[in-house]
């Protein structure tokens, strides 16, 4: 496909996204109507379109318009490219009277909603801007490099055969960033024998900050697929337990487990199922700490929303807390850069809860290479 074609996909990608349909279900919907399309094709429309719903506001003030065709006009004027449609082939139409061109300023420079303003810079303070620039971009790819299958230089060595090339990455001691290669990740040796696992840097940084020692009995309360209990299971020796609100999330865990030589026993009830000497909460949250992955999040959050989710991670520490006995440490995560989400929850929970004391906290930006991410250390008192 010549580029113009590759931009005339993307506006027909981003219609169905904008109809209603999630940009990988829409994406793989074209990709089967288009089967001439090679992986090099798909890959490009793919960018195209994730690099639009990233940048949606900003693309429509230079598109002149909030359509898929105008949005993705705005993605090629920004890049110079405004070539692309010259309606040549399978190209767009070259832009009309109407599509005018405009610099977007403030917020919509940023690419924020008006709302969400406020919440943010909450957290971010004088970082807002800086931040939300970062989150106009591609995120990186990490990989964590799992210690019970692969030294760091091993997994480097492996990857590098694979045709992959990854470096060592200051946030965390396990992450690898990777260089060049990174669609090639998911076939070669390295992951197929569990020597890395795909993980963001900042959610290994989290995990780095809980205080987890040998023969600890630990429950991973919000497990998910298990990201962060396989990289809990490289910390140390551990009896780990993994459970979620809704199992079928957790429907990869075993295989993921098995593949990483860990040991994980899924709870239905957490409830009567312990003791444990800690309990990490991943919860779900806005997910603003990783916008850069799934842009469409970012349009879609609503303060309601917002709202709601503030009351399940509350309900989701108190009912971690019921699980932990005295000394009991509970670990409180989220990918979220919004105070209320953040900071504003552990202050709510040591309100609530006497007898509870903050050993750690930490913010992370993209502005750091990895996620926006948050983690808490908190421990009940001994008596
Ligand atoms: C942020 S995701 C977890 C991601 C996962 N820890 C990882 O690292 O891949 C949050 C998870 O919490 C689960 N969840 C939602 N409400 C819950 C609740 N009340 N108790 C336990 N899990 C809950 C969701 O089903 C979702 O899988």
């Not at 288009?34 to 429309?45: E, L, Q, T």
């Not at 900042?202 to 990289?231: F, H, I, N, Y």
């Not at 850069?337 to 050993?359: K, P, S, T, Y």
């Amino acid at each position: 496909m010549t580029p113009g074609a590759r931009a005339a996909a993307a506006i027909d990608v981003l219609e169905a996204v904008l109809a209603g349909r999630p940009a990988e279900v829409a994406l793989t919907n074209w990709g089967r109507a288009n089967r001439y399309a090679g992986s090099g094709d798909r890959a490009a429309v793919r960018d195209i379109v994730f690099d639009v719903l990233r940048c949606r506001r900003s693309l429509a003030v230079r598109g002149g318009g909030e359509g898929a065709r105008a949005l993705v006009l705005g993605w090629a004027r920004e890049r110079g490219q405004e070539a692309l449609f010259d309606g040549q082939g399978h190209a767009p139409a070259p832009p009309r009277a109407t599509e005018a061109r405009a610099e977007p300023a403030g917020l919509a420079a940023l690419d924020c909603p008006d709302w969400l303003e406020g919440p943010l810079r909450a957290g971010l303070g004088d970082g807002f801007a800086a931040v939300m620039a970062a989150m106009r971009q591609r995120a990186p790819v990490f990989l964590r490099v799992n210690p019970l299958r692969a030294t760091q230089g091993a997994a480097i060595a492996a990857l590098a055969a694979d045709g992959v090339e990854a470096v060592a990455h200051p946030l965390a001691a396990s992450a690898l960033e990777v260089r060049a290669g990174a669609r090639r990740v998911q076939q070669g040796r390295a992951y197929a024998e569990g020597m890395v696992e795909l993980q963001d840097a900042a959610s290994q940084a989290v995990v780095e900050m809980l205080p987890l020692r040998d023969g600890m009995a630990v429950l991973d309360l919000c497990a998910g697929g298990g990201g962060k209990t396989l990289a809990m299971a490289g910390r140390a020796r551990l009896r780990l337990s993994a459970h979620d609100a809704d199992p079928r999330r957790m429907a990869d865990l075993p295989a993921r487990a098995e593949r990483a030589g860990v040991q994980v026993r899924l709870v239905e009830r957490p409830e009567g199922a312990g003791p444990w000497d800690l309990v990490l909460t991943d919860v779900p949250c806005s997910g603003s700490g990783s916008w850069r992955r799934d842009p469409e999040g970012k349009w879609a959050l609503t303060p309601a929303k917002l709202e709601a989710l503030l009351e399940v991670q509350a309900g989701i520490m108190d009912r971690a807390a019921a699980l932990l006995p005295a000394d009991g440490v509970l670990g409180y995560a989220t990918c979220s850069m919004i105070e209320a989400e953040n900071q504003g929850q552990v202050r709510a929970f040591l309100d609530r809860h006497a007898g509870w004391e903050l050993l750690a906290q930490r913010a992370f930006t993209p502005l750091e290479g990895g996620d926006g991410f948050f983690g808490a250390v908190l421990r009940r008192k001994m008596g």
